[in-house]
């Protein structure tokens, strides 16, 4: 099991960037997949992007591409973070972000059955 905390969400204004962030613990960092996902009340749970355990590859959501970013930084210095680097925002990017980690380390699920740990997320909200 993998234990994830989410933080860095906030308030920013349409055009802005921001950069949050997933700390992990519990299995090896290299072990398993890890995504982003959204969600805003009334709809359903929002593939954003993922990243292999190993940073070599990288997936995103139509939506995401050219305005987000994805990495991961494997130290146990910065607790096996994930980041999701987010530019150029939109109102409709308002909801709440969720990371997720996968049983494996390699297949980019776009889909949430693909994830078994989730964090508890943090509200990203873009003004007009």
């Known amino acids: 099991q993998v234990q994830l905390v989410e933080s860095g969400g906030g308030l920013v204004q349409a055009g802005g960037s921001l950069r949050i962030s997933c700390a992990t613990s519990?299995?090896?960092?290299?072990?398993?997949?890890m995504g982003w996902f959204r969600q805003v009340p009334g709809k359903e749970r929002e593939f954003v992007a993922a990243i292999m355990g190993d940073g070599s590859r990288t997936y995103y959501a139509d939506f995401a591409k050219g305005r987000f970013t994805i990495a991961r930084d494997v130290r146990v210095s910065t607790k096996n973070s994930v980041y999701l680097q987010m530019n150029s925002l939109k109102p409709e990017d308002t909801a709440v972000y969720y990371c997720a980690a996968a049983g494996q380390p390699t297949t980019l699920y776009r889909t949430t059955d693909g994830y078994g740990d989730w964090g508890q997320g943090t509200q990203v909200t873009v003004s007009s």
């Open positions: 519990g299995r090896a960092a290299t072990n398993y997949v």
